[in-house]
Every structure is written in structure tokens, then in C-alpha cells.
């Protein structure tokens, strides 16, 4: 096979538009290409007036492939390169690994201890993703909280509640093992090929609810309402972890390897790994707000007259800009034809995210506008990340009514620094659920976040056209971007206070997002397995 890049075919391409641009590409005639795979595709809307497709093919011709790619001599025109995920060879371990976690990081360490054999067990706080459906929804609805089930805690993870992206700044490989579990587990096949792969809420519960059944069906236990409590070290070494089911005495279980995915939320865990004396940093991460803005306006932005085209989907963006000062300001998650969500995982307080169905249909899109912080805003002490966030998410909870309600302003009133205004006419209808409260968001967000986001704000509509539009909607805080903390690790992946616990995914802070935090889960699993 011969891979071909940067092919351009129009919105409406057909397969004879493929082969036919396939022999052109290789300057031979269009009968001798036999087959064509797709293996990436990308909207291309640098020019409004030409919006066309980006792809990249594996093309089985007539003749001599080896050949015809030393005569193109073009990057574009390569030898097809098979790629199949290895298990690394191991014995049968001591002691069954155990997974605290079932997001990304842990389900997929989980997975690849299972088809290792290795019998793992997960424990995880929060409920399997068919209950946490019902708890969240109930939040949504009917503003009850449940502190251990929520949209942070629970089967699947903060990714099971978002709009499911795929796309990651990481070049492992292992991203293609990632994917291709996910479509053994129901998940379009499509996303094997686009260049900006997306799930949607709506299909991730059944693509993690399959990939546990499976972990099961190969040994593995996955615990449910169970949280790890404490472990026990003995000259240095993991010895045993306590687990506590809900409502349930204390369990003790023998363990030589623990896998630490718990996730950007579990402030609880934080400080028990600080009572333990491990090795914690704080970290960089960003706060600020989400900005939602109507479908309609940011496809006419990005797409132009292509705006609608049923070829293209919702429009997506990603936006950014450093002031003067150095502090960088940026668009993160961005969720088309999504909504705005509560993602709040203690009491007395308010956080926002972002989530889309996988057919990204809603009225509006939304985005985190977020501004980086660092230990020099906060403090350098490994858990004052996590007395920032709670101080803004419980400034944000009294100021909304003390209902789970969020502040939300008009993005007009905002930059005017109005502290009174009005967006029941706005052009956006706000889609947070439990429900927005009008407020000023600037007294629930340090003033220089605040600024920051003045600033970027204008300056961030010359790339996108109408970003700055007074009848846009802010709604805050959005504080849970990534982890506060990172868990220290060393080049075998293991902490390095404790020798057989791997600090792993998000949470522990080497991994940002669903992708990425899944490589880093294996990565973790293989280290593991080498040790057998």
C-alpha cells in the first residue's frame, strides 16, 4: 500500500473523485488504483471562499508500489506503514494490581492488565456510568448533589460528560490501540481517520460500559462506590491499599502495584497522599469562565458561505493570545452545538464545563476561556491549587443564590465592567443546567483573571469574527481545566516516595485529556508487566 497525503477533493467527493485524485497524486492513470483507504481527514477553511477536505489515503495500485514512491519523490507520496499495538511478554504477578480510577487512565491500564492476564482490580468512588447517568441528571434537574457521583467522579470519568474529544498534542502510538478499543467498543469508525475525532456524551456511556464488560469477561473486577482510604509501605515498598465501600466496614487488600488514576478532581485523595508524605508539586493549570455563543454565528466565522453545509458539521475553534504581562489566555474544550454544564463535586459550591452530543446539533457552542495561573497566583505548597479553585467555586455558588445556580453576563456587559444588565432578550439563550443566575462574574474570579480576559476578549474576535459580541454569553467559573497537582514520578513511572505506586493520567498531572490520559494508562500497564 502507498500512502498519499494532502489530497484536496471538494465537500461532496464521491469515491470516483478519490481514486481519480489518488492517480493524479501519482501521476499514473486512474484504472490502476485498485483501492483506496481513507486514514485522516480535515476540513481546510483557511480560504472562506474555497472550504474543501484535507485527506490522507493508503492506495493499492497495479504494478510496483516500491518503485513508484522512489520516482515521486515526495514527502506526500510514502510506503503504507502497518502499526499493531504488542502486548509487552510477562509472568503472572504476585500480587493482582490494583486501579484506583476508572477514567480514561485507569479503564485503559485496566484493559491492558486484563488481556495481559493479570486479573486487575478497579476501584472506583463513584457509580457505573448506567446509575451515574440518573445521579447527574438528577443534579442537573433537580440541583441534588451527590459528593461521590457526579460529572467528575464515577465510570468513564470528567470525559464520560463532555462532547468526548479524541484529539491530543501526543504522537504515541499508542493513541491507535486507543481508538481502535473504542470502535471495538462502539464507537464510530470514523474516528480513525478525522483529524479531530469526537464520541459525544451520548455515546460514551455505552462505549465504557462495553469496555468494563470486557475487562470482566478477561478477569479483571471493577469495584463500584468504593474508594481507597489508605495503603500501608513497608522499607519503601507498596504493601497494602484500605478500600471503603459506601456503607461498608474497611477492606484490606495485598498489593505490590497500584495505579493512581484518580482523576483532577479527587481533592479528598490529594490530601491523604500528602498525609502520606508522597512526593507532590503544585502545577500550573487555568481558570476563568465558559463563553457560548450560537451555533449559526461561529460557522458563518469559520466557514463563510460553507456555513450549513450538512458535509461540515458545527464549526469548532481554538483561540489564543499572551499579553504583555506574559500570562497567556485561551480557548480549551471547545464544544459545538453543545452545552453548558454543572460539574460541581463538592457541596457549597459551583463549576461549570462543556459537553456535546456526537451529532453537535444544539443551538449554541461553547467553550472554556481560560487564563494560566501558577504557584506564583496561588502558592507553592502542593495543595494551595486546590484552596484557589474552592475559594472562586464558593464565591461562584453565593453569588448565584446558594442553589447550584451559576453567575452568567453578558459578554457586552462585561467588557463595559456593567454590573447590571440584561440577557433575557439576548440573542444567546444560556443552556447551563441547573440554571443561570444574572451577576457581575468578576466578583467570583480574581481581578486578574478578569483583566486578562478583558483584554483577550477583542483581541481574540480579529481571528473569530463575533467572539466579542455583546450578546455572548459568560457563565462561571470554569476552574477544573486540568490538576492543581502533580504526583512526582520517575522514569519507571513510580512515584517517587513509595516504589510500586504509578502516578498516572490527569490527576496526577501527565496527561490532559481523554486520549492522552488512555496512552498514559498504558504506559503505566506496560511498566507494570515488565516487571513480571
Known amino acids: 500500500m502507498i500512502k498519499i497525503s494532502n489530497l484536496h477533493v471538494p465537500l461532496t467527493y464521491d469515491k470516483q473523485t478519490l481514486f481519480r485524485a489518488c492517480a493524479n497524486k501519482l501521476r499514473i492513470d486512474e484504472k490502476a488504483v485498485r483501492e483506496v483507504q481513507l486514514i485522516k481527514k480535515s476540513i481546510d477553511a483557511r480560504d472562506r471562499e474555497d472550504v474543501h477536505f484535507s485527506l490522507s489515503v493508503e492506495a493499492k495500485i497495479d504494478g510496483n508500489e516500491n518503485e513508484l514512491v522512489a520516482r515521486r519523490r515526495s514527502h506526500e507520496v510514502t510506503l503504507a506503514e502497518s502499526y499493531q499495538y504488542e502486548l509487552p511478554a510477562s509472568k503472572p ?34 457509580e457505573s456510568v448506567e446509575n451515574r447517568q440518573k445521579t447527574v441528571q438528577n443534579f442537573w434537574e433537580n440541583r441534588v448533589l451527590q459528593t461521590e457521583s457526579n460529572v467528575q467522579f464515577g465510570e468513564g ?26 470502535v471495538k467498543a462502539g464507537a464510530p469508525a470514523e474516528i480513525l481517520y478525522e483529524a479531530k475525532p469526537h464520541l ?6 455505552l462505549i465504557v460500559s462495553t469496555i468494563r464488560k470486557e475487562i470482566i469477561r478477561l478477569g479483571g473486577e471493577v469495584r463500584f462506590n468504593t474508594k481507597l482510604v489508605d495503603f500501608s509501605v513497608s522499607n519503601g515498598k507498596l504493601a497494602e ?26 481533592r479528598d485523595t490529594f490530601f491523604l497522599l500528602d498525609e502520606k508524605k508522597m512526593a507532590l508539586q503544585a502545577k500550573s493549570f487555568s481558570v476563568g469562565a465558559r463563553i457560548e455563543h450560537p451555533t449559526a454565528v461561529i460557522d458563518r466565522a469559520q466557514y463563510g458561505e460553507f456555513a450549513g453545509s450538512p458535509y461540515l458539521g458545527a464549526a469548532d475553534y481554538k483561540l489564543s493570545c499572551h499579553l504583555r504581562d506574559g500570562r497567556g489566555v485561551y480557548t480549551f474544550c471547545m464544544c459545538p452545538g453543545g452545552y453548558v454544564t454543572g460539574a460541581a463535586s463538592e457541596e457549597g459550591m ?30 507553592h505548597s502542593p495543595l494551595d491549587g486546590i484552596a484557589f479553585q474552592r475559594e472562586i467555586e464558593r464565591k461562584a455558588f453565593q453569588l448565584a443564590g446558594s442553589d447550584y445556580s451559576a453567575p452568567a453576563q453578558r459578554v457586552g456587559d462585561f467588557l463595559k465592567r456593567k454590573t447590571a444588565g440584561s440577557f433575557k432578550n439576548s440573542a444567546v439563550v444560556p443552556t447551563y443546567q441547573p440554571g443561570v443566575v444574572e451577576a457581575d462574574i468578576s466578583r467570583c474570579l480574581p481581578n ?40 512526582l514520578r520517575n522514569e519507571m513511572m513510580q512515584s517517587l516516595s513509595v516504589e510500586g505506586i504509578y502516578p498516572c493520567g490527569e490527576g496526577a498531572g501527565y496527561a490532559g485529556g481523554i486520549t492522552s490520559a488512555a496512552v498514559d494508562g498504558i504506559r503505566c500497564a506496560e511498566k507494570i508487566l515488565e516487571k513480571g
Not at 459525544?200 to 456511556?205: A, H, N, S, V, Y
Not at 456503607?247 to 502495584?257: A, F, M
Not at 450578546?471 to 486540568?482: G, K, N, Q, W, Y
Open 200 to 205: 459525544g456524551t451520548d455515546k460514551l456511556p
Open 157 to 182: 470519568g470528567a470525559g464520560t460528560f463532555s462532547d468526548g474529544k479524541l484529539t491530543t498534542g501526543t504522537k504515541d502510538v499508542r493513541i491507535r490501540k486507543v481508538l481502535e478499543e473504542f
Open 241 to 266: 491499599v484500605m478500600v471503603e465501600e459506601q456503607g461498608k466496614n474497611r477492606e484490606s487488600i495485598p498489593c505490590d502495584d497500584l495505579i493512581l488514576a484518580i482523576g483532577h478532581s479527587a
Open 350 to 379: 459551583v463549576v461549570t464545563n462543556g459537553m456535546s452530543e456526537f451529532a453537535r446539533d444544539g443551538a449554541n457552542g461553547n467553550s472554556a476561556l481560560l487564563v494560566g495561573v501558577t504557584p506564583d497566583d496561588f502558592g
Open 448 to 487: 486578574f483573571v478578569t483583566e486578562a480576559m478583558r483584554l483577550a476578549i477583542p483581541y481574540m474576535a480579529r481571528r473569530l469574527k463575533g467572539f466579542d459580541s455583546g450578546d455572548a454569553l459568560l457563565i462561571a467559573p470554569e476552574t477544573r481545566s486540568s490538576s492543581p497537582v502533580r504526583i
Open 93 to 126: 504477578l504476585a500480587q493482582r494490581p490494583v486501579i484506583v480510577g476508572f477514567g480514561p487512565a485507569g479503564m485503559f491500564a485496566a484493559l491492558i492488565l486484563a488481556q495481559a492476564g493479570q486479573n486487575p482490580i478497579v476501584i472506583e468512588r463513584g
